[in-house]
Structure formats: structure tokens, C-alpha cells
């Protein structure tokens, strides 16, 4: 077998993952990142509205500052967030933004004058300032006092992972592409690299690192809509909890993103919204401002998603042969906008959709988007329960976003928090020396062989892995969507169970030789189940609503009770994940209070003493 | 009328010892708003669980799926089948090295390029923490933004007669990421520079103007403005490298 030596493994090469090795390859580290697909092709390049950082150039951003950008932050959060960290992430991003820009990044910039925007459906005029002019500059997003929202036309993601791995190039770093990972190797204390199998050859291989970052992005792809890539099935969260040590925290905050198109689940940006886009339901009846007359479109995407679906259930949807949906009007934006601001969206409405959104409204609903959980981290990154294991973007829970994320906020925390982790990573390595026992290797790349050699044998059963899959999507359906409620979440729990013992009984029906996808398909899915497990079962327990977990049957948010972070491991063999919590947040810079949309009822933290 | 699909796909498996390269035959009910995204899964999942394709975003934005589609290439999860007629051929991307069946390495030619047009910044200034990010008109950024959106599918290469006759072609993509550089007024390279670079049959040279490279990009990127734009001015570049006090 292959063996790799290298001192930083990053597994994951999307914003988040180059930007550790970045850090570490400036330092004079050896550096190799592993990654399902080549770096560029990570999903960071789908993510198309921008990036938030307080710098506060254009017009309408004009009076931002860290302080602001934290309080949004935080009530966005449900006060569901880790506030240290979310203070280190703010005050951070504005340095980010400005790195980016040396290293590359094509931001948009502040041109002096009048100009108008688009308000809702309505018409405003703003000027911009001539000492502004050339720098930084911002649009609108959802749940935030100010435009803070920095872009590059709406492939921002594009433009600054393309920037990132240029990066990357410059200085050396190592991206083994078409590789993914089955496990992690660690002694019970230390971890020392993983096992992977190549996608090009089906090879198996040992990474042996003296510090190894998980960075594989989220898991939407446990559930059948999402906006995610193929490639988020949560492979890095998998391994970590695999290990039986490391937790995961918060599985069951799931942000869904109000507008993914019907058919098909793709996203467009939240731009559109910020942008001046508006909402219709099937009598063409702007319906936001309606239930929150404040913000409207604007409110958070938890706020916003379950207000659609609540209007869709009043009978205002627009019935389809993929189910009901609603509108998203862009229309009154004008072909200039769209051509310079909003061409991913123009192209994806004529490629996918075959509709032009300067003609017709865009079919939207709420669909899957965002995990909030990941593997629990402390604020320099490293994860809980093993040493030299780190964590960085959507799949870390850092924890900035807590039980819902701002637009905007997940693409500044891959680069900010690839900064700060990328920085401490450097740190560790410095001081830190490990042995690699050839007995701990050989029976971690011997339980992969085996489990291989397994599935092409069907030694344990013939159950047809894409079956098993569809079974866990219509499980997660039935009880882990935008609003939930204990006797669904139980069937949801009862039916993953089964799921997961069918997921141990899966036999190939290909060869199984070279880069066998249902190879591929067969090694992960079992890892899906128990993170479509961890979901659940956080949801079940977690008796409360808060951020974009909300129960119908525990409607308010329960902060007496439920001001906590869910922790939950995998014990070998057990069939339910074990759940511990921690508090939420050690500091308390804002205390609970109200976010100023979606209305909920609150419980609060005081009336445990009364 | 719903249709019958008939779809011919390449086939070939280099790791197993008894696969050789042929075609295999599969038929498939048309549904509404089909797309080969679409189509290629529920051939995997309901009739060859073994056939290797790549696609990750799925929605046309990171070049993941391109393949020979009909005899052209493109990229496969924004291509409807109600636009193709019902026989249906699917080829790999000539010019990369195959993976399996319709997948192919694309990273590691592209990852060679950026080393060899040194795809990025190239400037003396160290990034200060404390100044004002420096001032850029947002015409350049928005200019540098529309040669930025190449994703990097390889149709551009595959469909390059000069890129099959010369591998070592940089291809409409490398010339388009230089020409990115050379807009960015960040990028101190002197004209001199660019010109080792590009200024040879690898290069701008190699290119024997056939233009299939525009006529396929699926972000629709002005490909042959860049390569006249940098005909022109690296042929300033060349012709002052003949006049000894001209050169720098």
C-alpha cells in the first residue's frame, strides 16, 4: 500500500481546507490535501452571493463595524451561537476581505454617485461617496442591519476559490484530487493520518500526518432535495464520528435556503432578495410583508422558509407536477442588473429552467442548504477528543452560526476561519511530535480492505445500496423538514434504525474493481445513516424550537432549558448516537433576547430561578 | 409522447484485466425537464450500478461533467435531452487521460497549467493587515471577473485541433488565464515576462485558429478576442525584443 508522510493533511480542498494548508505551506510546513474532485471544482465555487465583513465602504453599509455585525450574527444565530467565537469571526473578516483582495479576489468596488436600488418591489435612490470610490463594496443580505455583503458579480465563490488554490499553486501545496477518505487513524489519543482510496485507480492509501484538518463542507446529501453538490455527503463528519471520540455538535440545526428552483433543487442567491427580489405566491401576492413587516424577504432564511412553507399550507402555493411552489420575481431588476450582478442566476433560470427571468417570475421553494453542525471544535479549531485533529468550515461547528446562519456568513467563515485555525495549526505543528505505531496503520487500512473485499464478496447480504439510500431519504422526509414534531420524529428514528441495519447488508452488484462508483456509494452510506441518525435524534430530544429547528409541538424558543450545544459520539456497535450537551456559549456579550423577526415566544433563562 | 432514450456510451474499465474499450447500448423512458444529470443516474441506479461519470455541482457552475455529447463537447448536467434527438451518444473528453467510462482527469492538466502560466498575483508588496485594501475601478474588476469564470471543463482543449496535434498546448484555457493576469493591474509581470511564457508554439503560436474553443465553452467566454488581443500585444512585446534598446 501507499504511503504518504506529510506534516499537515487538510482532507477537503474547498475554501476552507486550502486556506489551513495556506497558512501551514507559508510557515515551510509539508502540506497535502485530499479532495473528492479537484480543488477547484469544491463546493465553495457554488456559492454565488458573497462573503460578509464589516468594512463598511458602500452608502448603505455606511456606520457598520464589527459591533454590528455581531449582533446580527448573534440573534441570526437564535442565540444558538459559541458568542467568543462569533466576535473573533467578525473581527476578523474585515482583514480577510482585504487579503483576498491582494492576493486577487476581482471584488466588486464602490463607484462614486447617484444610482438606484430596489427595495422590495420598490425604487430607492442612494449615493455613493468619491472618497469611497475603488474600495471594497457591498450588497444587501438577509437578517442584517447594513449592506455587508462583499461580491463578485454572484460567483463569488468562484472567484475566490480560483484565487485560493492560485494561492495554493504559488506555494506549494499538494492537492491529491479524485481521492476520498474511509477513515481516520488515530491510537485513542492522537490522530495520525487516515486511510483513502483512490478515485482513479480504487487503490487504498495511508496519509500519515502529524496533524490532520477535516474541511469536507457539509452533508446535505442525506437528504433527496438539496442544494448541495453530489460530493456533500458528510464523508469528513463520518470519519470523525466513526472514531467513537470525537462529537458532533448541533446535527439537528439543518438550514433550509428559501429559494432552490422547482425541479431540480438548485440554488440561486439570496442576492436576488438583497438585491430588490420579491416573493409572490400563486395570486401574484407579494406575501412577506404580510408576516414580517420589517424585514419581509429580508428576514433570516429560517425565518423566511417557514413562512413559505406556512403560506404554501394556506393553499397560496403554485401547484406543479414536482409539488407546490412559489414565485421569485426578479423581473423589475432590468437586464442591465441581471447581466452584471446576477449572470449565474440569469444563466441557470435559461439552462435549467428554460424560463428568462427578466420575462418571468423563477418557481422557488425552501430545499435543504446548509449544515450549521459539523465536528465541534474549540475556537482554535481543534476538535474535541483527539489531539491534532482539526476542523474548519461548514464542516466544523465552530460555532458562529449556531441554530441558523446568515447568507453571506458561511463563505467569510471558511476564509476567516481557515485563517485563525490555519494559524493555530501552525502553532501546534511547531511543538508537536507524534509516532506512527505500524500496527495501528496496518489494522486501520486492514478494516477498509476487508470491508471492501466484503461488499464485492456480499458477505453480509445483497441489499441494493441505492434502495437503502432512497429508504433514508423518505425517513428524513417524513420527519426532519423545516418544521417537525415528536410523533414524526419518532417514526423518522424507528425507520433510520432499520435503515442502518439494511446499510450493514448492502452486497455490490458491480465488480467493484477500479473507481466503482457503487463502490464508492456502499463504503459511505452507512456513515450517511448515522448522521441522518444524529439529525433525528438531536431534533427528537431537543424539545424546544430555536433557529431553523422548529417543533410544532414545542413552539417556543426554551431558553430555561435549551440554551445548550447538542454533543453527540457513536459508541462501537451501539445503534443511537449518545447525546451529551454543553452551554451554548461560555460568554455572554448579548444576552437572550428578541431577534426582531419570526415572532416566536421565548422561555426565558430567568424563570428557572423563580 | 413520451420517448424511449437510446443511449450509446462509451465503455472501458483500465483496472479490470477483462474490460476492453467498447460501446454499451441503454434505453430509457423520457421524463419532463430530463437532463443527462438526471438520465445518467437513473442508468447507474437502475440498470448498470458500475458506469463511471463525474458530476458535482450539478448546475452548470464547476465543470465537472463535461463529456463528448453527440459528437460535441459540453457539459452533460445542463444539457436537456428534449434537445437531442433519441439516439443519444456519450464519449469521454478526448485529450485527458481516461479515468473510466465517460470520467476523466481533468485536474491534473489543469493544475500543470496554473504551474506553467503561474496562475497568480505576481507582485513585491507584502499584504499589510492595517491599510485599506488598495483602490481597484470596478470596470477593471468587473473586466477581470468576465475572463475569471472559466471553470476549467476542458471542453475548450477537447475540441482544440492544435492541443490532439501538440499536447503540450496550453489551450484556450491557459491563454485565458493569462490573459486574466495581464488585465490586473495587481500583476507586475512586464510585458517580457508574459511573452516567455506564451510567446511560442505552446502558446499563442501553437493556436491554428480554428475556434472550436469559443464555439464550445459552455460559460459562453470570448476566447478568441483573448487570443487576437494577445497575438497583438505580445507580438509589440516580441518585435521590441528585437530592438536591443527597447528590451526590458
Known amino acids: ?610 | 409522447m413520451a420517448r424511449n432514450l437510446t443511449f450509446s456510451i462509451f465503455r472501458y474499465n483500465p483496472q479490470d484485466p477483462a474490460s476492453t474499450p467498447h460501446t454499451d447500448t441503454f434505453v430509457l423512458d423520457e421524463t419532463n425537464h430530463m437532463t443527462l444529470f438526471i438520465a445518467l443516474n437513473r442508468l447507474r441506479e437502475e440498470q448498470d450500478p458500475g458506469l463511471q461519470f463525474d458530476f458535482c455541482c450539478r448546475a452548470g457552475i464547476c465543470g465537472a461533467c463535461a463529456m463528448v455529447v453527440n459528437g460535441r463537447p459540453g457539459l452533460a448536467c445542463h444539457t436537456k435531452t428534449k434537445d437531442l434527438p433519441d439516439k443519444i451518444t456519450l464519449m469521454p473528453l478526448p485529450f485527458f487521460t481516461l479515468v473510466g467510462d465517460l470520467s476523466v482527469d481533468t485536474g491534473t492538466w489543469f493544475r500543470n497549467m496554473a504551474k506553467r502560466v503561474e496562475s497568480w498575483i505576481h507582485t513585491e508588496k507584502e499584504f499589510n493587515a492595517e491599510a485599506l485594501e488598495e483602490r481597484m475601478s470596478n470596470d477593471v474588476a468587473e473586466q477581470i471577473y468576465e475572463l475569471e469564470r472559466c471553470i476549467e471543463c476542458g471542453c475548450c482543449v477537447a475540441a482544440c485541433g492544435s492541443a490532439i496535434l501538440r499536447p503540450d498546448f496550453l489551450g484556450a484555457a491557459g491563454l485565458n488565464r493569462i490573459a486574466r493576469f495581464l488585465l490586473d493591474p495587481r500583476d507586475q509581470r512586464t510585458r517580457r515576462e508574459y511573452f516567455d511564457v506564451v510567446g511560442n508554439d505552446q502558446g499563442i503560436f501553437g493556436c491554428m485558429g480554428l475556434l472550436a474553443c469559443e464555439d464550445v465553452c459552455p460559460k459562453h467566454l470570448p476566447l478568441q478576442d483573448q487570443l487576437g488581443m494577445l497575438r497583438w500585444k505580445m507580438g509589440w512585446a516580441g518585435l521590441m525584443n528585437l530592438l536591443p534598446w527597447k528590451r526590458k
Open chain 1, 1 to 610: 500500500m501507499q504511503t504518504f508522510h506529510t506534516d499537515l493533511l487538510c482532507i477537503g480542498a474547498g475554501l476552507a481546507g486550502e486556506r489551513v494548508a495556506i497558512e501551514a505551506a507559508a510557515a515551510g510546513f509539508d502540506v497535502i490535501c485530499l479532495s473528492l474532485v479537484p480543488a477547484r471544482r469544491s463546493h465553495s465555487s457554488a456559492a454565488q452571493g458573497g462573503m460578509q465583513a464589516a468594512l463598511g465602504n458602500c452608502a448603505m453599509g455606511e456606520g457598520d463595524c464589527p459591533d454590528v455585525h455581531f449582533e446580527d450574527t448573534v440573534k441570526g444565530s437564535d442565540w444558538g451561537c459559541d458568542q467568543e467565537v462569533a466576535r473573533l469571526f467578525v473581527d476578523s473578516a474585515p482583514v480577510a476581505m482585504r487579503q483576498l483582495a491582494a492576493w486577487g479576489v476581482p471584488w466588486n468596488r464602490v463607484v462614486p454617485g447617484k444610482s438606484t436600488y430596489f427595495k422590495g418591489g420598490k425604487l430607492f435612490e442612494k449615493e455613493e461617496k468619491k472618497d469611497k470610490e475603488g474600495l471594497i463594496t457591498a450588497r444587501a443580505f438577509g437578517g442584517t442591519a447594513k449592506w455587508r455583503t462583499c461580491y463578485t458579480s454572484d460567483g463569488t465563490g468562484h472567484t475566490v476559490l480560483y484565487t485560493m488554490d492560485n494561492r495554493a499553486v504559488q506555494l506549494g501545496v499538494d492537492v491529491h484530487d479524485k481521492t476520498e477518505v474511509l477513515s481516520l487513524i488515530h491510537d485513542g489519543e492522537n490522530c495520525l493520518g487516515a486511510v483513502a482510496r483512490c478515485l482513479k485507480t480504487g487503490a487504498l492509501r495511508a496519509y500519515l500526518a502529524r496533524a490532520t484538518l477535516i474541511a469536507t463542507g457539509g452533508f446535505g446529501r442525506i437528504y433527496r432535495e438539496s442544494t448541495n453538490a453530489v460530493i456533500n455527503d458528510g464523508g469528513g463528519l463520518i470519519i470523525a464520528l466513526d472514531t467513537g471520540l470525537v462529537p458532533l455538535g448541533n446535527m439537528e440545526a439543518v438550514q433550509f435556503h428559501p429559494t432552490g428552483i422547482v425541479p431540480t433543487d438548485i440554488l440561486v442567491t439570496e442576492g436576488c432578495r438583497g438585491d430588490g427580489g420579491t416573493l409572490l405566491d400563486k395570486d401574484m401576492h407579494r406575501f412577506m410583508p404580510d408576516y414580517e413587516p420589517e424585514k419581509a424577504e429580508l428576514a433570516s432564511r429560517d425565518v423566511v422558509s417557514r413562512w413559505m412553507t406556512h403560506h404554501m399550507r394556506q393553499g397560496k402555493g403554485v401547484p406543479s407536477p414536482y409539488g407546490d411552489h412559489l414565485w421569485l420575481d426578479i423581473r423589475h431588476l432590468g437586464a442591465q442588473h441581471l447581466a452584471t450582478k446576477l449572470r449565474e442566476v440569469d444563466e441557470i433560470c435559461k439552462n435549467f429552467l428554460g424560463i428568462d427571468p427578466l420575462e418571468s417570475p423563477i418557481p422557488v421553494r425552501p430545499t435543504q442548504h446548509y449544515s450549521m453542525g459539523g465536528v465541534r471544535t474549540n475556537k482554535d479549531g481543534a476538535a474535541y477528543g483527539l489531539k491534532g485533529l482539526f476542523s474548519a468550515g461548514e464542516a466544523a461547528c465552530w460555532d458562529m452560526h449556531g441554530f441558523n446562519r446568515l447568507g453571506g456568513n458561511s463563505l467569510a467563515e471558511t476564509v476567516v476561519a481557515g485563517m485563525i485555525v490555519g494559524a493555530k495549526m501552525v502553532e501546534f505543528l511547531q511543538g508537536h511530535q507524534v509516532s506512527y505505531p505500524t500496527n495501528v496503520v496496518a489494522d486501520a487500512a486492514k478494516l477498509q480492505q476487508e470491508r471492501i473485499q466484503r461488499l464485492i464478496a456480499r458477505s453480509d447480504g445483497s441489499e441494493n445500496v441505492y434502495m437503502v439510500r432512497n429508504a433514508m431519504f423518505d425517513a428524513l422526509m417524513q420527519g426532519a423538514g423545516i418544521f417537525r414534531n415528536g410523533s414524526d420524529l419518532q417514526m423518522c428514528l424507528d425507520t433510520l434504525q432499520e435503515v442502518h441495519q439494511r446499510a450493514r447488508q448492502i452486497g455490490l452488484r458491480s465488480n467493484g474493481l477500479g473507481a466503482n462508483p457503487e463502490l464508492a456509494m456502499a463504503l459511505r452510506l452507512p456513515g450517511m445513516v448515522r448522521l441522518a441518525l444524529c439529525v433525528a435524534y438531536g431534533a427528537l430530544q431537543r424539545t424546544e424550537s430555536r433557529g431553523s429547528h422548529a417543533r410544532e409541538d414545542y413552539p417556543e424558543r426554551n431558553d430555561r432549558d435549551w440554551l445548550v450545544r447538542t454533543l453527540a459520539t457513536w459508541q462501537p456497535d451501539s445503534e443511537l448516537p449518545t447525546l451529551n450537551y454543553e452551554p451554548a456559549s461560555q460568554v455572554w456579550h448579548i444576552p437572550p433576547g428578541e431577534r426582531g423577526y419570526g415572532g416566536g415566544k421565548i422561555i426565558s433563562a430567568d424563570s428557572k430561578k423563580q
